[in-house]
C-alpha cells in the first residue's frame, strides 16, 4: 500500500523559513518523480514543486520560485520542501503527491501539513 | 499560469447526471491529452478519479466519466450518489515540468 506522509509544517513568521519532509513507502521511490502541491484554507490547490526520480530535474511555480526548494533522498525514500522567506499567502495544507506511473497526473496523495506563516 | 475555470457549484438529486466543465487555453487543455480529475472530501486529501482525460484508475465507480472538447474539458457522474457529494478539481498539464489546476466544484446531492 502507498504511503505519503508529511510532517515539518507548523506556525513561522513572515520572512521565516521552514523545511517540510515526506516519507515514502509502498512503492520504488527512486523510480518515481513527486510533487508538492498545496491548498489555501477553504480554497483550491495550487501546483508548487516538482522533481524528477533521480532528483537532477526541478520545477517550481513563479509564485515560489527562488523562496522554495525541492529535494529528495532516494536512500531515505524521503521527499523534502524547503522553504524561505516565507510570505503569509504562504499559508496552506502542503500535499506530498506521487507521479502518476507513465502519465502526467497524480495517483497517490499524502493527508498533508499544514503551514501557518503569521506574526 | 492561471487557474483552470470550474464552475463554483453544480447539483442534481440522486441518480440524476451532473457535469463538471473546465476550461483552459490552447496551452494547457486544448495542447495535451493530460487532463486529471480529482475528488475531496471536507478534511480529507484529492483522490484522482479520471486521468489523461478519458481513463479511470482501477477502483473507480464507471459512473464516473471524462471527456474534452478543445480548450475545456468535463467530468460527468451518471446516477449521482450521496457519496459523490464532494469538491472535485480538474488539473491540466501545462507543458515545461508544470500543472494547472481549477477552481474547484462543489458537488451536493439534493
Known amino acids: 500500500e502507498v504511503q505519503l506522509v508529511e510532517s515539518g509544517g507548523g506556525l513561522v513568521q513572515p520572512g521565516g523559513s521552514l523545511r517540510l519532509s515526506c516519507s515514502a513507502s509502498g512503492f520504488t521511490f527512486s523510480t518515481y518523480t513527486m510533487h508538492w502541491v498545496r491548498q489555501t484554507p477553504g480554497k483550491g490547490l495550487e501546483y508548487v514543486s516538482v522533481i524528477n526520480n533521480n532528483g537532477r530535474s526541478t520545477y517550481h511555480a513563479d509564485s515560489v520560485k527562488g523562496r522554495f526548494t525541492i529535494s529528495r533522498d532516494n536512500s531515505k525514500n524521503t521527499l523534502y520542501l524547503q522553504m524561505s522567506s516565507l510570505r503569509p499567502e504562504d499559508t496552506a495544507v502542503y500535499y506530498c503527491?506521487?507521479?502518476?506511473?507513465?502519465?502526467?497526473?497524480?495517483?497517490?496523495w499524502g493527508q498533508g501539513t499544514l503551514v501557518t506563516v503569521s506574526s | 499560469q492561471s487557474a483552470l475555470t470550474q464552475p463554483r457549484s453544480v447539483s442534481g438529486s440522486p441518480g440524476q447526471s451532473v457535469t463538471i466543465s473546465c476550461t483552459g487555453t490552447?496551452?494547457?487543455?486544448?495542447?495535451?491529452?493530460?487532463v486529471s480529475w480529482y475528488q475531496q472530501h471536507p478534511g480529507k486529501a484529492p483522490k484522482l478519479m479520471i486521468y489523461d482525460v478519458t481513463k479511470r484508475p482501477s477502483g473507480v465507480p464507471d459512473r464516473f466519466s471524462g471527456s474534452k472538447s478543445g480548450n475545456t474539458a468535463s467530468l460527468t457522474i451518471s446516477g449521482l450518489q450521496a457519496e459523490d457529494e464532494a469538491d472535485y478539481y480538474c488539473?491540466?498539464?501545462?507543458?515545461?515540468?508544470?500543472?494547472?489546476f481549477g477552481g474547484g466544484t462543489k458537488v451536493t446531492v439534493l
Open positions: 490552447s496551452s494547457d487543455v486544448g495542447a495535451y491529452n493530460y
Open positions: 503527491v506521487k507521479d502518476g506511473s507513465g502519465g502526467w497526473f497524480f495517483d497517490y
Open positions: 488539473c491540466s498539464y501545462a507543458g515545461s515540468y508544470s500543472w494547472v
